[in-house]
Each structure stands twice: as C-alpha cells, then as structure tokens.
C-alpha cells in the first residue's frame, strides 16, 4: 500500500513510461506482429488501472498499437513510414509516442535512400566494367536483413544475377584473349578485348630461354610466357 503522494505520483510516472517505452519499441517491430499484440496486451491491461492518468494514456496506445497493427510487416520501408507517419493525426497522441513515430519513419525512409544509394552505385560501377566491385556491392545490399522489403533490393535480386553472368562470359572471353595472343592472333585479340571493353590487349612477355621471371610493383607474379593484363594508367606510348 502506498503511503505518500510522491510514492504514488512516482508509480504513475514509471508506470507510464514504461508503457510508453513499450509501445515505441513496437514501432520498431512491423515483421514482428507477436510483438504488437504483448505490447497491445499489456495496454489493454493498464487502460483498467486506477492510478490517475495511466487508464487515459494507455487508452491512447491500445489505440495507436491496433494502428500499427494493421501495416504490413513485408512492405517496403518507404510504405512503412508513410502508414506510421499517419498516426501522428490520431487523436490525443502522446509527445513522446509522438517523436517515436517520427523518428521510426525517418528511419524507415532512410533505408530505403541507402538501398538505392547502393544500387546507384552498383550500376555506376557495371558502366565502368568494374563487375568485381558492382557484385560485392548488391552482394552486400542483399544480405543486409534491415533492407530485405525495400524497393531496390528487389531490383538488386535481378541486377547481380546479371552481373554474375557478365563475370563468366568476361571470365570466358579472357581465356579465348589470352590463347589468341599466345597464337600472335592480333585480329582476334582485339575482337575479343573490344568485346570484352577493354581499352589495350594485355601484355605478351617472352623471352630465350622460357622461365624468365616476370616482376610487378616489386612482387613476382609469374615467369614467361606470361600474358599481363596492364591498365591504360600504366602505360607508356
């Protein structure tokens, strides 16, 4: 039994609080509808307490949790914090419930700017023939579970496919490049490197006798005959 008024007004405000707390890591949880509805029970419980206020506010969010409720858990982010953002115009919102909100829709339509921030610069990377880097990218997008329901994930799922496959026919092509310039095929090798898009054929080094070692940046890399691939950086005319 409660003894003081400030033991009483202090229950209140940590039952409150923690209903609150509750609700906003609700928010956090739209895949999650197990979630929801704990934090909807235990709404529903506190919208029969006595204590002065805690019925009123937990009213507000059994209320704004059936809300929540009813959002999709696999919709894509930006959906998401639209729905969520709605909920700002419900009546008699708590200020805290209410930057909870907020800050959960800004986070929802911030993944959805990273995943297409990513696929940007995937395809940035594809133009430039960068297909190594392009994959690793999508790669790295597709298995990151917060962006799985964004919209350019599901883009992303065709894109790498695609860039895998550019990676072995490149693969292909640069055996097919390498035996042309072993046959001194010049025809050959420059069709197969414009294929290819590559700006020079590699390198053919020989030499009399077979076996001399070939040097790279200080690193020994092989001996003839040797095909190098050189970038256009490293040449000199």
């Given amino acids: 039994e409660l003894t003081t008024m400030q033991e009483r007004i202090a229950l209140i405000r940590q039952t409150i609080s923690g209903l ?3 609700v906003a890591e609700a928010l956090t949880a739209l895949d999650k509808p197990e979630k929801i509805a704990n934090a909807s029970e235990q709404a529903k419980l506190l919208s029969a307490s006595t204590l002065s206020g805690v019925a009123a506010k937990a009213d507000v969010c059994v209320m704004t949790l059936a809300a929540v409720a009813k959002i999709p858990g696999d919709q894509a ?29 800004d986070k929802l339509r911030g993944l959805e700017a990273v995943a297409a921030t990513t696929l940007d ?16 990218l999508l790669d790295g997008l597709l298995t990151r579970p917060e962006l799985r329901n964004t919209l350019a994930r599901a883009t992303a799922v065709q894109e790498v496919d695609e860039l895998k496959a550019r990676l072995a026919r490149r693969a292909a092509l ?7 310039i072993a046959k001194g095929d010049v025809a050959a090798g420059t069709s ?41 950086a490293e040449r000199v005319d």
């Fill in 20 to 22: 609150l707390k509750t």
């Fill in 77 to 105: 982010p930006d959906a998401q914090a639209t729905a969520l953002l709605q909920l700002l115009d419900l009546p008699k919102l708590d200020p805290q419930l209410s930057d909870a909100i907020k800050a959960r829709g």
């Fill in 121 to 136: 610069n995937a395809r940035v990377l594809g133009r430039d023939n960068k297909l190594d880097d392009a994959v690793a």
């Fill in 174 to 180: 640069k055996d097919q490049l390498k035996a042309a």
């Fill in 192 to 232: 197969l490197a414009r294929e290819m898009g590559l700006k020079y054929l590699p390198l053919s080094i020989e030499s009399l006798p077979l076996g001399a070692e070939i040097w790279h940046e200080g690193k020994q890399i092989g001996v003839t005959p040797f095909v190098l691939d050189i970038s256009a």
